[in-house]
């Protein structure tokens, strides 16, 4: 059985000057001193908003810090959160890759979705989805680390052309996959994907073998399919942790920070009302402890086995390994004959100072960790013998990686038009053709001077020949192909955004205005960028569009509130939701918002609230041309 160290970074309240660098720096000192006595692995969460619970939001920061103090110790995330809003899976395997390299291969890759509404409100993450983000960001970030390149993915949560990550990991295929499990049903989901369970809960050696019998049936069961490029069949528990040689000193020392760990963690989770910046958890963790469980007069000093929690007269209590050496080698013992294959110690929690962390360490490495160091090696040994069949097999299950694409070229400005992607369903579907006058208009404006540009394109035939590429390139039904194979509506994300704004509203929204028009005007070159997508972004331009934006019926927000700030329009999408939800629309262009500013005839644009209106302002803009077979040759030529 291995031992790990557990880190939140507690820090309750008051927080004088400097409280959070010292925690910090204490906690370097006590990873570096575990690697030098020879623990295997530290464990560092990704906490975001949860105030004197976990002051952990940039485990990668810690973590390469850590790995430039030791040598050995494995470096854990306990855990990466996956859910895109939280982490983009690129720059998830991107941190992992790079920690991996300058650490020499010691990362352990956890992840997990997290829970606490400070967290998923805080990235605007919908509760009922995040178990969904997290396998399909799972999936990305694996794949993103093994492939090369990587082939792609159209996703529900994430879309991503082909790219090739780099760097790569040093441990092949990719360091070892975690999940962090509270409950039952995840250690079986970690089983059924064939990657490490993570506990979280404080159970009972007895209770834990019920985990581990399940957890390695499915392990070796047909059910087991990898989520990532290798199986790591393992079940660690985290404890809370205090040694000495008195009982009752270690009791002292570290019982109220054991305490205000599974309080402050039930105030996130269960039953805390937190205001941001207001509330003091430690205060309600004095004034409530006993009645929500944490009773501190049912832990005393008698030398009996100790308990992981501990229950009298219907009040519970917390304890942990807490205790003497003797009294935590017996418990870690139950927890070894339960499965478990790794143990992982909480001992900066609440106010445990960090002297007697340091104490603890090194008593239990001097008199507990050598009792379980003879004979890891050798039982490691049997259980990677016992389940290889086992893990072959699920391999085998495993979907191959996606043939990674032949023909995807990245041009200077845009993706491709004709390339390979992904589908997401196990296979490739091709795009259409690049268009012939997407790269005809490039090149037209591609390194022109502003003076060439406001020549070309500020006559009529310069601009007619602006708003004919517009309708050559974005198709006449104003739809417009995309990279993964599929037809793509431009205004497909500007609509759910809108809808989101009106969602976050609520009753106190704005009512939608009717159908309007409005007039938005800039110089040609200006619009001849943004139309070849090279806006280009300073501060002069956005005040020029936002200056020159005006609506003629005094509905449309950008000039009928005096307080709008020019920096929520931008060339390349919607005002924010600030403004109501009234959007400028993009009026049937990709990607430009409203976009038809230049010195030429002014030119309707209407501001919409309803797909219908946008319909209908699109027809406004952009009618039909009548068909004229006399003029099919004249616009084939105008293309080439």
Not at 106 to 118: C, I, N, P
Not at 183 to 197: E, P
Not at 525 to 530: G, I
């Amino acid at each position: 059985m291995r031992f790990g160290l557990f880190y939140e970074h507690q820090l309750p309240r008051p927080h004088p000057e400097g409280a959070e660098e010292k925690l910090l720096l204490d906690a370097l000192e006590q990873v570096e001193l575990a690697d030098k006595l020879g623990l295997h692995s530290v464990w560092e969460v990704e906490h975001h908003f949860l105030e004197e619970y976990s002051h952990s939001s940039a485990p990668e920061v810690f973590l390469a810090a850590a790995s430039q103090r030791t040598k050995n110790i494995r470096l854990g995330h306990g855990i990466v959160q996956l859910p895109p809003q939280y982490n983009h899976p690129a720059r998830v395997a991107e941190r992992i890759a790079t920690l991996d390299l300058i650490s020499q291969g010691r990362v352990e890759f956890g992840t997990g979705e997290s829970s606490s509404q400070a967290e998923l409100g805080g990235f605007q993450i919908d509760r009922a989805l995040k178990r969904q983000q997290w396998e399909e960001a799972l999936d990305v970030a694996t794949r993103l680390l093994v492939e090369e390149p990587f082939s792609g993915h159209h996703g529900r949560f994430v879309d991503m052309p082909p790219r090739n990550l780099v760097p790569k990991p040093k441990q092949k295929p990719h360091p070892p996959l975690w999940v962090a499990c509270s409950r039952r049903d995840t250690i079986l989901l970690a089983a059924r994907k064939g990657i490490g369970a993570l506990s979280f809960s404080f159970i009972e050696p007895e209770e834990a073998r019920q985990w581990v019998d399940e957890y390695y049936q499915l392990i070796q069961s047909e059910e087991c399919v990898p989520a990532g490029y290798a199986v790591n069949p393992n079940v660690a528990v985290v404890v809370p942790f205090m040694c000495h040689q008195d009982e009752e000193t270690a009791i002292e020392r570290g019982i109220d920070g054991a305490h205000f760990f599974g309080f402050s963690l039930a105030h996130y989770y269960v039953f805390g009302a937190h205001q941001p910046g207001q509330t003091n958890v430690w205060q309600e963790f004095e004034r409530d402890r006993a009645q929500r469980g944490y009773a501190r007069e049912l832990v005393q000093a008698t030398d009996a086995p100790l308990g992981v929690r501990l229950l009298q007269e219907s009040i519970g209590s917390l304890r942990g390994a807490i205790g003497t050496p003797q009294q935590i080698r017996e418990l870690l013992e139950r927890y070894e004959a339960a499965g478990v294959d790794e143990v992982i110690f909480v001992g900066q929690s609440g106010r445990n100072k960090h002297e007697h962390i340091c104490e603890s360490i090194e008593l239990f490495a001097r008199e507990v960790l050598p009792h379980f160091e003879a004979k890891r090696a050798t039982k490691e040994a049997e259980k990677a013998e016992r389940l290889a069949p086992a893990i072959e097999r699920a391999m085998q299950r495993r979907p191959s990686p996606p043939p990674p694409p032949t023909d995807y070229t990245i041009l200077p400005d845009r993706e491709p038009w004709q390339a390979t992607a992904h589908n997401g369903r196990n296979g490739h579907v091709p795009t259409e053709p690049r268009n012939l006058a997407q790269h005809a208009f490039a090149w037209l404006v591609n390194g022109r001077t502003d003076a060439q540009l406001d020549w070309i394109f500020g006559s009529a035939a310069g601009q007619g020949l602006i708003f004919r590429r517009t309708r050559t390139v974005a198709g006449e039904d104003g739809r417009w192909p995309d990279h993964g194979g599929r037809r793509g509506d431009a205004r497909s994300t500007a609509d759910r955004r809108r809808s989101q704004a009106r969602g976050t509203a609520g009753r106190n929204a704005r009512p939608r205005s009717p159908l309007t028009s409005g007039r938005c005007e800039a110089k040609p070159l200006d619009f001849a960028r943004s139309r070849n997508r090279e806006v280009v972004e300073d501060s002069g331009l956005r005040q020029r569009v936002a200056d020159q934006l005006a609506c003629d019926t005094g509905q449309h927000r950008a000039t009928d509130q005096p307080q709008h700030d020019p920096q929520y329009l931008y060339p390349d999408r919607e005002l924010q939701p600030a403004f109501d939800g009234v959007v400028v629309p993009d009026c049937g262009h990709q990607r430009t918002g409203c976009a038809r500013r230049g010195q030429h005839a002014p030119v309707e644009v209407a501001v919409a609230n309803t797909k219908e209106q946008r319909l209908s302002a699109k027809a406004l803009q952009h009618p039909q041309p009548q068909h004229d077979h006399a003029k099919a040759g004249e616009r084939e030529r105008d293309q080439r």
